[in-house]
């Protein structure tokens, strides 16, 4: 087969440009707002983690680099699918569409194996909470994401020289699989912290009884405080435990929503592309670009799922908002100075009315 421009075929890349000029444009234009969303939203997300001093957790540095991934798709990935697709008819160039496909997987693939990592140090934080800091030590963690960036490049740069239908069908089963992986420990993770909230739950419970009928009596009233205060840590350490949970629920129902549709229609474009090697329906090549929008903007519900479950981070970015927007500002500053002004005068009316 020959290789050239006129070709569609000379590139064995993954992305499928031919397609109605409309549905580029449009693809082109979106990509630009997603960008835009991805770069602000992780922002956010990296300036709230260092300025509310919450990088003090293996889990949060987890967070960090996979914001930090997430942001490079936006900042790279998806400014280069615009000039690609810009330049889809006047010079197609093997090589932008190669490194494009580089930096898409490399940053989509990262943020996986630091979803992956964060379940697993969720883990060992509920199940092994006692020795918690021998199974996760910082040089554990950078050990892990040498690794991951490792793996991460290998496979990416495997993938990229060597495309096949049976390469891009293991990466599809890997995505399952890690999904499912990711699912499971969750799923675990959820009913092992309600049994042990439920125990808790029924020790404190028989703990207030025991109280009321005979040793509160001959309990020193230090004690009695102590045992409060401890009692409330643990709800406050159980809410802290499930509200993470919760985040990591969203991510994979997100993942699962997002990656879905993407896993199972590539499997049937890629049959064509690099199994058979002939041109795959034009309604195929349009529904796989739109595919391939919907898991880039993965990278922006990511921040946005953590930033939402995180108290400080969601703080931290609603007084980011109200700074960018002055007119919301000045409404609440007028309504304040109202409500204030409201309040003397009815003072000043009761001062009149009963001197």
């Known amino acids: 087969m020959a290789k050239n421009n006129t070709d569609p075929y000379y590139c064995l890349s993954i992305w499928p440009l031919d397609v109605p000029r409309i549905h580029l444009i449009t693809f082109g234009i979106s990509q630009a707002i997603s960008s835009i969303f991805t770069i602000v939203s992780n922002l956010i997300l990296i300036q709230a983690l260092y300025q509310t001093n919450q990088l003090n957790t293996i889990s949060n540095k987890f967070i960090l680099l996979m914001s930090i991934s997430d942001m490079c798709m936006?900042?790279?990935g998806q400014p280069m699918i615009i000039i690609m697709v810009a330049l889809k008819d006047t010079f197609r160039n093997c090589t932008l569409e190669k490194f494009v496909e580089y930096v898409v997987f490399l940053s989509a693939n990262f943020s996986w194996f630091m979803l992956v990592l964060i379940s697993i140090d969720r883990y060992f934080q509920i199940t092994k909470l006692n020795r918690y800091n021998e199974y996760m030590t910082e040089y554990r963690m950078k050990v892990a994401v040498i690794g991951s960036i490792l793996v991460t490049n290998i496979f990416t740069l495997v993938l990229i020289l060597s495309p096949s239908f049976t390469l891009q069908v293991i990466l599809n089963i890997a995505n399952i699989a890690m999904m499912t992986f990711v699912?499971?420990?969750?799923?675990?993770?959820?009913r092992r912290l309600k049994k042990h909230d439920k125990n808790r739950r029924a020790a404190g419970l028989a703990a207030a009884e025991s109280h009321v009928g005979n040793q509160m009596e001959h309990e020193s009233p230090e004690n009695n405080q102590s045992n409060i205060i401890a009692n409330h840590m643990a709800r406050k350490e159980s809410r802290k435990q499930f509200s993470a949970l919760k985040t990591i629920r969203m991510l994979i129902i997100a993942i699962f929503a997002l990656y879905g549709p993407y896993n199972i229609m590539s499997t049937y474009?890629?049959?064509?592309?690099?199994?058979k090697k002939v041109n795959p329906p034009l309604e195929l090549n349009v529904?796989?670009?739109?595919?391939?929008?919907?898991?880039?903007?993965?990278?922006?519900?990511?921040a946005c799922i953590i930033i939402n479950?995180?108290?400080k981070a969601r703080r931290f970015a609603m007084n980011k908002i109200q700074r960018v927007s002055p007119s919301q500002s000045k409404d609440q500053a007028s309504s304040d100075q109202s409500s204030m002004s409201h309040v003397l005068t009815t003072q000043k009316k009761k001062t009149l009315v009963n001197p």
């Open 309 to 311: 479950g995180n108290s």
């Open 183 to 190: 699912a499971s420990i969750y799923a675990y993770m959820m």
């Open 287 to 302: 529904v796989i670009l739109w595919a391939y929008f919907i898991v880039l903007t993965n990278a922006t519900v990511n």
């Open 269 to 275: 474009w890629t049959y064509y592309k690099f199994g």
């Open 74 to 76: 936006g900042l790279i």
